[in-house]
């Protein structure tokens, strides 16, 4: 594992891959996680129409960049920002794990949620 | 889309004006939009009761900008409306203007984006809709992101996605209104990262300034006896947003793509006919991928072509001629009024040494939080 610019996960607490909370639309099959909360972005359907679901916060690496310059101490610089587009359809931004294997275009990472961001790790 | 009406009832810049854009400074707002107003109208002749309605481009000045400043020309009445639309307020400003004018409304017509620096509230972060980014990810990092994604696919160079920053703090250092105007090397603009492959130069500077442009009607120049010459013609100006794109889709270089085919449409001109563009370059990827989305070039053209010179001034098209967002500076509403101004001047002939030689065809083009884009085609008056 090489050293790397990462994010803010102490040593020792490890992604585990986690389910996501999401919605669905009924009518188009939009899935959105954070869950929609006031109605369809593709189709406009009302929040009735949207289930419930959970989205597997696993997906494929599109975009990642260090970032050396921040405007708050946290997360502490350098850092490691991956937008990753998820198995089950959404695109999100979330940051590599502190000490992890750096990742590239085309990898495949797992995720989990911690103090509201989406901490990412290449799929083992 | 309905029909054009820029196109029943044309539409004329008679006049542009200009406050330099600057590092924020204690200068109140009413004394740099009132210095762009007063430059506008000298340089179009016409007296500030000749003009009937003004649009006043702002993102962070706050309620009712517009009457405070403007009465202090004389408080004749007129029209006066506020525009907000984020990064886009002075193009909409200018967009509305034209609209003013084409409906048959008004003749003589201001638009005028006038900012600073001071006060960000930005409503998204209050819409109640989340993400999982606890503000870890600002502007600089969604286009750096973008940026790594284009040059995986195409194999450009960082190098050649910094040319675009060296060659318009070339063009911003020719530039009296430019907040940077200094001439930077590659491994001036190469150094001082930021996010991924953007460094502090291929980002753009938010400071405070203002910018005016004075349109008008046929029948206003008839009146007033104005040069067509020095009179070019708003040819289309097309609005959009964002639409529900597939996940990983570039957003705004797709948005800019669907807004510049309409405006090209009504326009009746293809990309490759444009002499000046001015784009919304507040990092340099930006230009790269706008400049393809538009079809100004293939996908993954843009980074040999920059290297070439094919952007320069002098080039196959001048692209940014202002020093754009990145060297010119990015004061919000001024910045798309701005971009009118850059390219009327380079139309008429005026540009000094920055004109675009035999410029006949301009188009500028803003992006902004939402998103939302504008796009305006302008051709040169008869020579």
């Known amino acids: 594992m090489s050293a790397t610019p990462g994010g803010i996960i102490p040593n020792g607490t490890r992604p585990v891959g986690t389910k ?53 101490p946290d997360p502490v610089t350098p850092f490691t920002v991956i937008e990753v587009v998820l198995d089950d359809g959404p695109a999100l931004k979330g940051l590599l794990v502190a000490d992890g294997e750096a990742v590239a275009i085309g990898d495949r990472v797992q995720g989990t949620v911690q103090d509201g961001r989406l901490v990412l790790e290449k799929e083992r | ?55 006043v481009g702002s993102a962070l000045l706050g309620m009712a900008p517009g009457r405070v400043m403007l009465s202090r020309l004389g ?8 525009v907000e639309n984020a990064s886009a307020s002075g193009s909409t400003a200018v967009a509305l203007a034209a609209l003013e004018v084409a409906s048959g409304r008004s ?56 040319r675009v920053a060296v060659k318009n703090h ?12 200094k001439v930077r090397t590659l491994d001036e603009v190469l150094s001082d990262p930021i996010s991924g492959s953007m460094t502090r130069l291929q980002c753009c500077p938010v400071g405070e300034g ?88 293939g996908p993954g053209e843009a980074g040999p072509l920059i290297e070439q010179g094919a952007f320069d001034i002098g080039g196959r098209c001048a692209v940014s001629p202002s020093g754009g967002l990145l060297a010119m500076g990015h004061p919000l509403g001024p910045t798309g009024v701005g971009q009118v101004a850059e390219v009327t001047r380079q139309l ?7 004109q675009q030689p035999a410029a006949r065809l301009g188009l500028t083009h803003m992006v902004g939080i939402g998103a939302v884009c504008v796009v305006h085609v302008l051709a040169a008056g008869p020579s």
């Not at chain 2, 992101?145 to 995986?152: S, V």
């Open chain 2, 75 to 82: 408080a004749t009445g007129l029209a006066i409306q506020q």
């Open chain 1, 20 to 72: 996501l909370n999401g919605t669905r639309c009924r009518t188009c099959g939009r899935v959105a996680t954070p869950p929609e909360p006031y109605g369809c972005e593709q189709c406009g359907a009302l929040i009735d129409s949207l289930e419930a679901i959970e989205v597997a916060a696993t997906g494929v690496v599109h975009s990642s960049a260090v970032v050396h310059r921040h405007h708050r």
């Open chain 2, 170 to 181: 070339a063009n911003g250092a020719r530039n009296p209104y430019a907040q940077r105007q």
């Open chain 2, 348 to 354: 008429r002939g005026e540009a000094g040494d920055r």
């Open chain 2, 210 to 297: 203002a910018a005016a442009v004075i349109l008008a009607s046929d029948e206003a120049l008839a009146r007033f006896g104005i040069d067509p010459r020095r009179a070019p013609r708003i040819l289309s100006s097309v609005t959009r947003s964002e639409a529900a794109y597939p996940p990983g889709t570039p957003i705004d270089a797709t948005l800019t793509a669907q807004t510049t085919k309409l405006a090209f449409d009504d326009a009746g001109i293809a990309p490759t006919d444009l002499d000046v563009i001015e784009v919304h370059d507040a990092f340099s990827i930006e230009e790269l991928l706008y400049l393809e989305a538009m079809g100004f070039c």
């Open chain 2, 107 to 162: 003749d003589v017509v201001l638009a005028v984006g006038v900012d600073k620096a001071e006060g960000w509230r930005v409503a998204p972060a209050s819409a109640g809709l989340g993400n999982y980014e606890a503000g870890s990810v600002v502007p600089f990092t969604h286009f750096a992101l973008l940026a790594e994604d284009y040059r995986h696919r195409y194999g450009t160079t960082a190098e050649q996605v910094a």
């Open chain 2, 1 to 55: 889309m309905g029909r054009n009406p820029l196109a029943d009832r044309p539409v004329h810049v008679v006049g542009i004006g200009l406050h330099r854009y600057q590092a924020a400074s204690p200068t109140p707002f009413v004394e740099l939009g009132l210095t762009a107003v007063r430059a506008a109208l000298a340089d179009s002749g016409l007296r500030w009761p000749d003009v009937e309605a003004a649009f």
